[in-house]
């Protein structure tokens, strides 16, 4: 049995909440987007995002395809039709201007999670405690760090930590992750936006996300709460899936 918890907060410093999310269980299929662009453009796209992914996957069962190629295939066609209305949007309407959003989705099928990403938000997999990564963050700092020029530590407090540099809308054509990990009973899969990991480091949201005494909704609402505390600077999403 999947448990299942959520939890979205605008934080302390933003006006609105331009991140987005979307629980399709039946499914098992769970989406967080964050949105990017001029006045409620952000909001407009990571909304879009996820309402568009659920359209699709309800339209297109699932458990019609299987293996990894099958699976691959099935999101990137709903991601690059989704990409294109986001971008044409953005291209049409003058208020829209700019808009994209960044992505990260799970699909679990058996003792398989495929994790999806496009832009900063990330996927990770919580095993005893301990926190994995999973998504590679698409923004200009992590390539700079991944070449070598800068230090982790320059990293954190780059002047240019925000700039994405993959997003849905960004570009005509788009080029998402993705990741096939073996999970086990147990696990819990996080997905969360960066107004989580930028204030709250990976062991303590493992210690949190890993704690019997928190039910899923329980851990998302601690973290949430954990991340304003700590200063709250963007707005802060959490999904999390006990396996």
């Known amino acids: 049995m999947t448990q299942l918890g959520f939890k979205s907060d605008k934080g302390i410093r933003r006006r609105n909440n331009e991140d987005a999310f979307f629980l399709i269980p039946a499914e098992d299929v769970y989406i967080v987007a964050d949105g990017v662009g001029g006045a409620s453009s952000g909001e407009i796209a990571s909304r879009t ?16 395809h299987s293996g990894e190629e099958e699976v691959i295939k099935y999101f990137l066609r709903c991601l ?26 799970a699909y679990i099928t058996g003792d398989i999670a495929y994790i999806v ?10 095993r005893g405690g301990e926190m994995t990564q999973i998504t590679e963050d698409h923004t200009y700092v992590n390539s700079l760090l991944k070449e070598g ?3 982790e530590e320059e990293a954190k407090n780059h002047k240019e930590k925000n700039k994405i540099t993959r997003a849905i809308g960004g570009e005509p054509g ?10 086990k009973p147990d696990d819990r899969i996080l997905l969360c936006t960066d107004g989580l990991y930028g204030e ?30 700590r200063g709250g600077r963007d707005n802060i999403t959490a999904v999390a899936i006990r396996v």
């Open 117 to 126: 990403n496009v832009g900063d938000s990330r996927g990770y997999v919580c």
């Open 200 to 229: 709250v480091d990976d062991a303590s949201i493992g210690k949190i996300l890993s704690d019997e005494k928190y039910t899923m909704q329980e851990a998302c609402a601690k973290l949430v709460d954990l991340a304003n505390r």
């Open 80 to 105: 690059r039709a989704v990409n294109t209305e986001i971008y044409e949007s953005a291209h049409k309407h003058m208020e829209n201007s700019g808009m994209a959003t960044t992505l990260v989705m």
């Open 149 to 151: 020029i800068i230090t």
């Open 49 to 64: 995002t996820v309402s568009r992914i659920a359209d699709f996957v309800d339209k297109n069962p699932l458990h019609h």
């Open 174 to 183: 788009i080029e998402p992750d993705f990741f096939r990990i073996e999970i």
